[in-house]
């Protein structure tokens, strides 16, 4: 195990429902990563945070909406969403910004019907 | 900002063959350029990484290399066993105060097969 987990760990909803997304690192990391992974496409990322604070906004869509209470947990709020958004969304982790080597948890299998 | 491009997509292999991922980045600025290593039903692992002041780093049966000048950067395995068989991806970040500091850009994977 890499010390990232990640709840569900699969997700069906409807476009009208609301669910969140969970990431908890084990590492004390203080900085934290939203990562869209799609088939036949690269890991794209979300979301960046740094000591809680949102240092990056990759151009997400507002029916995305991310929250990082402290630096070991990072949320993934979602509403309205669209089919296009079905994908894997990995959570990762990293000592600080730009510090080397970011730890992936297994990812959040979504489906939106 | 950066863009990187990864080949070939698929690679198939018999085992104890060696095999070869290439990437290319775009921004001169990069200088952190890891592997990653994804099996089904789990997250990308680092399995080696490289900084621009160094140009060839070797673990075991992985060694990654990096030309700055030609932007592009490679992964070898060498006696390939069954258990390689992942998706590998590449990927590039830059220094502080540059546009991609931080943020790890991704190739688009490559899909190896090792075949016993």
């Known amino acids: 195990e890499t010390g990232v987990t990640q709840t569900p760990r699969h997700l069906v909803m409807g476009m009208t429902n609301k669910k969140s997304l969970k990431c908890e690192q084990h590492?004390?990391?203080?900085?934290m990563y939203w990562y869209k992974q799609s088939a036949k496409k690269p890991l794209e990322l979300m979301f960046v945070?740094?000591?809680?604070?949102?240092?990056e906004n990759n151009s997400v869509p507002s029916r995305f909406s991310p929250e990082c209470p402290n630096s070991s947990h990072l949320f993934l709020h979602l509403h309205t969403l669209q089919p296009e958004d079905s994908a894997l969304y990995l959570c990762?982790?990293?000592?600080?910004?730009?510090?080397?080597?970011?730890?992936f948890g297994p990812g959040t299998r979504l489906t939106v019907l | 900002g950066e863009n990187v491009e990864q080949h070939p997509s698929t690679l198939s292999v018999q085992e104890g063959d060696s095999a070869v991922i290439k990437c290319t980045y775009s921004?001169?600025?990069?200088?952190?350029f890891p592997w990653y290593k994804q099996e089904l039903g789990k997250g990308p692992q680092l399995i080696i990484d490289?900084?621009?002041?160094?140009g060839e780093k070797k673990d075991q049966r992985i060694a990654v290399t990096l030309n700055k000048t030609a932007k592009h950067f490679s992964l070898h395995i060498t006696e390939t066993q069954p258990e390689d068989s992942a998706v590998y991806f590449c990927?590039?970040?830059?220094?502080?105060?540059?546009?991609?500091?931080?943020?790890?850009?991704f190739g688009q994977g490559t899909i190896l097969t090792v075949h016993p």
């Open positions: 921004d001169s600025a990069s200088n952190y």
């Open positions: 990927a590039a970040s830059g220094n502080a105060g540059g546009t991609s500091y931080g943020k790890l850009t």
């Open positions: 490289i900084r621009s002041n160094v």
């Open positions: 990762a982790s990293s000592q600080g910004l730009g510090m080397g080597e970011q730890f």
């Open positions: 945070y740094n000591f809680k604070e949102q240092t």
């Open positions: 590492l004390g990391h203080n900085a």
